[in-house]
């Protein structure tokens, strides 16, 4: 099946630092999403991008979508202890209404 | 803001018993899914279902679950003989037509 490998698994950073972690894919994915998950809680839709290029930005946080349409980026500026979490990247294939396949998720630790 | 819930927050059953787990999609949603998060790994797919019926399922789905919308608000996924390997914590997320999936806040299944 289609396999998301998602990096850093982990960070620490300090307050004010700016973040990227990305995904990629061997299979090429129609929709990437991103989502940020807080412990015991369901994963909370972030980005949604849906054009292999598109750069879309969400405050603080920018995504993009590869031109190979197998990878995509997410960027967080400027830090803030609320950011902590575990961030998952997701793809969705084939028909627009389908099964999202998730990266393994990137844990996010903000020291302040 | 309308959201997806989910209920029970938590549920503890004996092993071989049936459980049914209940979600309310947010209301003009059409796409409905239902994704399992085994502690400390990544959220995998279950099954999706539109249109009264099942769109797609993964290998997990397989024949001790089944998923119901038995009016026009309720979506339910049902184990009928736990095991103790379906420990973890079920979400259910809905979708209005587009790409963008939205999950509740889940459910954690105990199975003793």
């Known amino acids: 099946g289609q396999q998301l490998n998602q990096s850093p698994q982990s960070m620490f950073i300090q307050e004010g630092e700016d973040v990227s972690m990305n995904c990629t894919s061997s299979?090429?994915?129609?929709?990437w999403l991103w989502y940020k998950q807080d412990p015991g809680e369901g994963p909370v839709l972030l980005i949604a991008?849906?054009?292999?290029?598109e750069l879309t930005s969400n405050g603080r946080l920018t995504a993009q979508f590869g031109i190979t349409r197998k990878d995509s980026f997410l960027n967080i500026s400027a830090s803030i202890p609320s950011d902590v979490g575990i961030y998952f990247c997701?793809?969705?294939?084939?028909?627009?209404?389908?099964?999202?396949?998730f990266g393994q998720g990137t844990i996010l630790t903000v020291h302040p | 803001e309308p959201e997806v819930t989910q209920t029970p927050s938590h549920q503890v059953t004996q092993m071989g018993q049936e459980v049914i787990l209940r979600c309310v999609p947010i209301?003009?949603?059409?796409?409905f899914y239902w994704y399992r998060q085994i502690l400390g790994q990544k959220v995998e797919f279950l099954v999706s279902?539109?249109?009264?019926?099942?769109?797609?399922k993964s290998e997990i789905f397989d024949d001790q679950f089944s998923v119901e919308r038995p009016d026009g608000s309720n979506f339910t996924l049902k184990i009928r003989s736990t095991k103790l390997e379906d420990s973890a914590m079920y979400f259910c997320?809905?979708?209005?037509?587009?790409?963008?999936?939205?999950f509740g806040p889940g459910t954690r299944l105990t199975v003793l």
């Open positions: 209301s003009n949603h059409l796409y």
């Open positions: 991008l849906y054009k292999a290029g």
């Open positions: 299979s090429i994915f129609n929709t």
């Open positions: 279902f539109y249109n009264n019926e099942i769109s797609e």
């Open positions: 997320a809905s979708a209005r037509g587009g790409d963008e999936q939205f």
């Open positions: 997701a793809g969705q294939g084939g028909t627009s209404y389908g099964k999202l396949t």
